[in-house]
């Protein structure tokens, strides 16, 4: 006990420096998902196809070029009928990332191996200045 309390300035710096080495594991974990890089890469190279989850509205809004339109509450019932070959990659992408984490496991319980969520969202891919329609 008494050396904690002796060496208290050395235990806490000791603290303060781990954390900041998790840090960038703990904020990588809260991004989590495919960047705009790898998205746009597998678009090109894989023929992925884009589905926005957002509400119609939204997506009249702004979404990725070529992304097809199936809100979240209604994916489990239209996907299969909107993208019925399952071994292609499925990117899902939303406004934030949010949602499209929700779809993920939506996705890859109907059967979508190759699904994944763009990490950041619609904000993200507006952020790598990629193009963005509107209708």
Same mark, same amino acid.
């Given at each position: 006990?008494?050396?904690?309390? %002796?060496?208290?300035?050395?235990?806490?710096?000791? =603290?303060?420096?781990?954390?900041?080495?998790?840090?960038p594991?703990?904020?990588?974990?809260?991004?989590? +998902?495919?960047?705009?890089?790898?998205?746009?890469?597998?678009? %090109? &190279?894989?023929?992925?196809?884009?589905?926005?989850?957002?509400?119609?509205?939204?997506?009249?809004? +702004?979404?990725?070029?070529?992304?097809?339109?199936?809100?979240?509450?209604? =994916?489990?019932? *239209?996907?299969? $009928? #909107?993208?019925? %070959? *399952? $071994?292609?990659?499925?990117?899902?992408?939303?406004?934030? +990332?949010? &949602? #499209?984490?929700?779809?993920?496991?939506?996705? *890859?319980?109907?059967?979508?191996?190759?699904?994944?969520?763009?990490?950041?969202?619609?904000?993200?891919?507006r952020?790598? %200045?990629?193009?963005?329609? *509107?209708?």
């Amino acid at each position: 006990m008494s050396f904690i309390v %002796n060496n208290w300035m050395l235990i806490s710096i000791a =603290l303060v420096a781990g954390g900041m080495l998790l840090w960038p594991v703990v904020q990588g974990a809260a991004t989590a +998902g495919l960047t705009p890089a790898a998205a746009v890469q597998l678009i %090109n &190279r894989e023929k992925a196809v884009v589905v926005d989850v957002c509400e119609v509205n939204e997506f009249a809004a +702004g979404h990725v070029t070529g992304a097809k339109n199936i809100p979240l509450g209604e =994916l489990e019932a *239209k996907l299969a $009928t #909107s993208v019925k %070959n *399952k $071994t292609l990659p499925l990117i899902l992408v939303c406004q934030s +990332g949010a &949602r #499209s984490g929700r779809a993920l496991a939506i996705a *890859k319980k109907l059967g979508y191996e190759q699904a994944q969520s763009l990490g950041g969202g619609l904000a993200a891919w507006r952020a790598a %200045n990629l193009p963005v329609d *509107k209708s």
